[in-house]
C-alpha cells in the first residue's frame, strides 16, 4: 500500500515538472508577433497582447478569422445572457409561463417542441442574414450593408476603436458569465 501511495505521489509531481520548450515553425520571435498585434481591437490593459498558445504566430489571417468568430460568439453570448436574465425575471411569452429558465427549460422536456424548432429556425435565418452581402464592411462583424448606419460613419476613428473593443470585452464577458452560469446549474 505505501509503494502504491509513493508511485502515485511521483506521477502526480511529474505533472508539475517542466516540459522541453516547443519548437515552432514560425519565424516571428513572440517580441515582433506582441508588437504586430499590440494596436489591435481588444488589447486592453492588465493583459495587453495575450496569446499563451501561440495562436498569434499563424499568421494575420487566422487572426482575423479567430476574431470574427470572436466576434460573433461574444454577440450570441450577450444575447443569451440577456435572454438568461430576462427569463429568470419571471418575463415569458405566452403560452411558456410552465418553462422553467436555464438549461432546465431544454432538459426538463418542457420546451415545446415548436418553440426548439423556432429557435433552431431563428439561428439558421441569422448566420445566413449576418453577412458582409456588399463587400463594403470596414472590419470583420460590420454587417451594416449599406442599410445602417446611426451615425457610424460621421464618428472619428477613435471613438469608432472604443465602441468596438467596449462590445469585443462585453462578449468576452458575457461568455464567461455563460460559463460560469452552466457550472451552477
Not at 469608432?160 to 458575457?174: C, P, Q, S, W, Y
Amino acid at each position: 500500500m505505501k509503494l502504491a501511495l509513493l508511485l502515485a505521489a511521483i506521477a502526480g509531481a511529474t505533472a508539475f515538472a517542466p516540459s522541453p520548450a516547443a519548437k515552432t515553425n514560425s519565424a516571428l520571435s513572440a517580441l515582433d508577433v506582441d508588437s504586430e498585434f499590440a494596436n489591435e481591437i481588444g488589447v486592453t490593459a492588465p493583459l495587453g497582447v495575450w496569446d499563451p498558445s501561440g495562436v498569434l504566430g499563424r499568421g494575420r489571417e487566422e487572426f482575423e478569422r479567430l476574431r470574427a468568430l470572436e466576434l460573433k460568439h461574444g454577440r450570441v453570448a450577450m444575447l443569451g445572457v440577456v435572454g438568461y436574465l430576462t427569463t429568470y425575471a419571471g418575463v415569458r411569452l405566452p403560452g411558456l409561463e410552465d418553462v422553467p429558465c436555464g438549461w432546465a427549460a431544454v432538459t426538463s422536456g418542457d420546451l415545446p417542441f415548436e418553440v426548439a424548432g423556432q429557435m433552431a429556425a431563428t439561428l439558421i435565418m441569422m448566420e445566413m442574414a449576418n453577412r458582409d452581402v456588399t463587400g463594403d464592411s470596414e472590419f470583420p462583424g460590420d454587417w451594416r450593408n449599406g442599410a445602417l448606419d446611426f451615425g457610424w460613419d460621421k464618428k472619428s476613428d477613435e471613438w469608432k476603436k472604443n465602441k468596438r473593443t467596449i462590445e469585443l470585452n462585453n462578449g468576452r464577458a458575457a461568455q464567461m458569465g455563460l460559463l460560469v452560469r452552466h457550472g451552477f446549474e
